[in-house]
T-cell receptor, first 114, second 117 residues
Framework: DTGVSQDPRHKITKRGQNVTFRCDPISEHNRLYWYRQTLGQGPEFLTYFQNEAQLEKSRLLSDRFSAERPKGSFSTLEIQRTEQGDSAMYLC????????????FGQGTRLTVV | GNSVTQMEGPVTLSEEAFLTINCTYTATGYPSLFWYVQYPGEGLQLLLKATKADDKGSNKGFEATYRKETTSFHLEKGSVQVSDSAVYFCALSEGYGSGGSNYKLTFGKGTLLTVNP
């Protein structure tokens, strides 16, 4: 296993378009997290899954954002009707609920809305 | 709510200099504390952690001690190298160590460290 994988690495889209990002966690990890990082800031929590259940969503996750993890493996994050303020790095992390294991982060998807 | 405040950067040092990056936190409970590092072009990596008061986390020559009385978790290294150039993030989690709770992290803004030869 090579770690947490995110696709695409970069996405440029026009304002108003929909975009979807994919995250493949480490295979034995049942927890999956999405964070957003804007320039000069630390990552901010967006949402968290344990297996296929979405257990927590941040206030940052507006109605235009939706995340899924249909089979408890990979996850998708969709942004509808993108706005320039959505431009950021979207980070995915995964961890295991068995013991106190750390979360491993992917390299992120950088979204630019023009 | 929870928050993390860390030293503003950028920090520029010469090789073999002593490094301190300050970090203080606000939390309602008893959080676990972390330092993450982000090397250019790479994802966030856990550098070290401490799960209770007076614990010292250490890795790759870096150290940080969990100080509950001052709500601090300052990162130190005695002799930095050019390869330590990166962005360093202090973070906390109230879920880690709670047996079944999630690992949601609250991060500081990050401190860019540049080490010159």
């Amino acid at each position: 296993d090579t770690g947490v994988s995110q696709d695409p690495r970069h996405k440029i889209t026009k304002r108003g378009q929909n975009v979807t990002f994919r995250c493949d966690p480490i295979s034995e990890h049942n927890r999956l997290y999405w964070y957003r990082q804007t320039l000069g800031q630390g990552p901010e929590f967006l949402t968290y899954f344990q297996n296929e259940a979405q257990l927590e969503k941040s206030r940052l996750l507006s109605d235009r954002f939706s995340a899924e993890r249909p089979k408890g493996s990979f996850s998708t994050l969709e942004i509808q009707r993108t706005e320039q303020g959505d431009s950021a790095m979207y980070l995915c992390a995964s961890s295991s609920s068995m013991g106190n294991t750390e979360a491993f982060f992917g390299q992120g998807t950088r979204l630019t809305v023009v | 709510g929870n928050s993390v405040t860390q030293m503003e950067g950028p920090v520029t040092l010469s090789e073999e200099a002593f490094l301190t990056i300050n970090c203080t936190y606000t939390a309602t409970g008893y959080p676990s504390l972390f330092w993450y590092v982000q090397y250019p072009g790479e994802g966030l990596q856990l550098l070290l952690k401490a799960t209770k008061a007076d614990d010292k986390g250490s890795n790759k020559g870096f150290e940080a001690t969990y100080r509950k009385e001052t709500t601090s978790f300052h990162l130190e290294k005695g002799s930095v190298q050019v390869s330590d150039s990166a962005v360093y993030f202090c973070a906390l989690s109230e879920g880690y160590g709670s047996g079944g709770s999630n690992y949601k992290l609250t991060f500081g803004k990050g401190t860019l460290l540049t080490v010159n030869p």
